[in-house]
């Protein structure tokens, strides 16, 4: 069994810049897939970034290509989400999680509870 926790979020101006965490607990995450989520109020989940578990290999919604960094450091058991030029459209709860590969939502096994992010104009 893997925990989740999601760590980072806030409230941040148009333009701004965070960094989510996602620490993980239970067992280790070097053999995992790693994905980051959100859901806006109203809307549906969505994809924004993975990151394979063998490889490290990486992968991006067009929404947040070129903005949005997803890295990890397996000796931290933690997975991060470096995010800038942020947009009010970015507003949302981001989650994240892991799965035995990468792929759509249902690939993943393990889920956070969430990081709620603010960006204001």
């Known amino acids: 069994q893997v925990q989740l926790v999601e760590s980072g979020g806030g409230l941040v101006q148009a333009g701004g810049s965070l960094r989510l965490s996602c620490a993980a607990s239970?067992?280790?995450?070097?053999?995992?897939?790693m994905g980051w989520f959100r859901q806006a109020p109203g809307k549906e989940r969505e994809f924004l970034a993975a990151?394979?578990?063998?490889?490290?290999?990486?992968y991006y919604a067009d929404s947040v290509k070129g903005r949005f960094t997803i890295s990890r450091d397996n000796d931290k058991n933690t997975v991060y989400l470096e995010m800038s030029s942020l947009k009010p459209e970015d507003t949302a709860v981001y989650y994240c999680a892991a799965g035995e590969a990468v792929g759509p939502q249902g690939a993943y096994d393990y889920w956070g509870q969430g990081t709620q992010v603010t960006v204001s104009t």
């Open positions: 990151i394979s578990g063998i490889g490290g290999g990486t």
């Open positions: 239970g067992r280790s995450l070097s053999g995992y897939a």
